[in-house]
């Protein structure tokens, strides 16, 4: 027999109370988990989105710049568009490694109830795009009629290189010259085409949608910008703006989802404060009667403490571990009230987190055997001998 | 009084207890001096509120005396911090409750081992050796509420005695038991005063009052006659 018995004895004998403790405990440390690992996978896939562009400035139209930004990078069409002038006055700057025009082009296609998305790009594109690789046919257009089609539009379209494909808002019929690996990015759900054909077919003769700009050293950034504003009828947006603008969209989503956390997790913490003071003051005899035999405070309290850390960690583990294995569900279903949601959500769990689980578990059940331990040793032995 | 170490386990000088209570105080012990030798049998008796249960509480170390001087076997209590007196207790004195005091989630044999968890102390072969002495061995699994009151009296006992205490108390041993199931917890008590055991009771039971070498009569607080 050893104290670590004794507790577990203590903790078993009145099994429907501990257990609800216990389910109490585990559920609230396991939404904290998985909420945590959730809000904070969110961030990191759209940051990681952005960076991987290597585009750190945006030349938008005069507007509201964070909603063209924002539109831009998930390949949506904006109103306005920038004068071809532009292009030249960003690639004169001494701080710009490359700058590459889009023209953004929507083709709604009414009767299927989507809206395929044409880009006309040049050949600086590729060099702000890493993750560029073709799978399929050529890595660039053969003519100014060829398309280059994302993974996901060529599956749809079912067409490969060399294949027709026309488009009806056009009035046009154009080549595959090739089909792009998945990329993950916005990208697998577009049509590239040359811009000065897209300029010429889609009525906007010399125009652009936005330029997306790399520079020479991040650190110019702030120079880059300060010049970049002085072109007329154009804004500069910087990434780092841009991702302020996901952030403010998922802003509430986010406060919402921290507000579920903290109520589960107060809510389980007050189930087992409630549980343990009962469980002691209940026992205060017994507690005098420990006393009576010998023990000392202090290993009254450790006794205390065993069975509220066995409860409180066996609590937390089991959150943990529900955390992990139905975290990706419950991500998933989360997932479809999120807006600009990542593909890939799931999250594991970080060192971090659960460390901070375990700490959060372990110091719920030292708060909750403190008060009644003072309790207990404040009570002289002779209590028992009143009461036992 | 200058009582001799090495013949008294107990020696108490004018012991008093005063309770505060909101309204009065209550005077429950009042200048209680008296001396117990090694391997005496002494029953406490007296009326209902006589201040038996304080005293025995005082003398087992399991609180403190408003006034007065108390040693025991030679070292005087006081002087003691509440490491001290969780020491004397833990590991000179032995308490038995008239309500037995044993702890329900744990057998019989892990009641009696408990002295020995908190004394860090292994069992070797004490406890079985204890049950056997009890009449208990054949109930060395069984839980608390399986045993009869005398059982259960006899398991508190054999727990006081596991860290071999230099004196038993026990305040109203046979308080719960009728006559018969009373008669096995005197026979043992007797048995181990012969063996030696100093013990000291508080008790209403005239059988047990009887057993003892020496009555010590309370009344309002004080020693009579
Ligand atoms: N914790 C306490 N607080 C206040 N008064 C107390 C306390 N304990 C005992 N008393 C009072 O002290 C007096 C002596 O009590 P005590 O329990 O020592 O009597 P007793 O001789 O053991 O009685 P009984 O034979 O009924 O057990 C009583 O008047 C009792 O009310
Ligand atoms: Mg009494």
Redesign the interface.
Known sequence: ???V??AC??L??RPWRTALAFVGLAAAIGTLAVLSALTAGYERELRKELDRSGVQLMLVPLGCPYDAAARVLKGRVLDASLPAEALAQVRRDPAVAAAAPLLLCAQVRTNEDRADLWVGIDESAPALKPWWRVQRGKAWFSSTNGVILGSEVATLEMRAPGDRLYCPGADATFTVDGVLDRSGTSDDSLFFVPLGRAQQLFGQPGRLTAIAIRLRDPALLAEAARRLQAIPGAQVVTTTEVMGVFQNLIGTVRALLSAVAIVAVTVGCLTVLNTLLAAVLERAA?LA?????????S?VVLALAVEALLLTSAAALAGLLGAAFGGAWIQDAVRQWIPLAPERLATPLSLPLIGQSILLGVGTGLVAVLYPAVCALRM???E????? | MNPSPDQAVVAAEALTKVYRRAAEDVRALDGVSLTVRRGEFVAIVGPSGAGK?TL??LL?????PSSGRLWLEGREVQQLN??GR?HL???RLG?V?????L????TVA?NV???L???RRTADGRVSRLLEKVGLSSRRNHRPHELSGGEMQRVAIA?ALV?EPALLLA?EPTGNLDSVTGEAVIALLRQLNAEGLTVVVVTHNPALAGAAGRQLRLADGRLAG
């Not at chain 1, 028992?384 to 036992?388: K, L």
């Not at chain 2, 409750?97 to 005091?101: K, L, P």
Request: aromatic letters at 8%.
């Open positions: 027999m050893n104290l018995v004794f004895r203590n078993a004998r017994e009667l420990l006393r009576a035999l010998g023990a000392s405070r290993q002289a032995p002779a028992a001998t009143r009461t036992a | 249960t025995l509480n087992g170390c399991m609180d403190a509440e490491r969780t207790r833990r590991e308490f409750f008239q309500h037995f005091g702890v329900p989630t744990l892990e081992a408990l002295p968890v908190f004394a727990r860290n305040d």
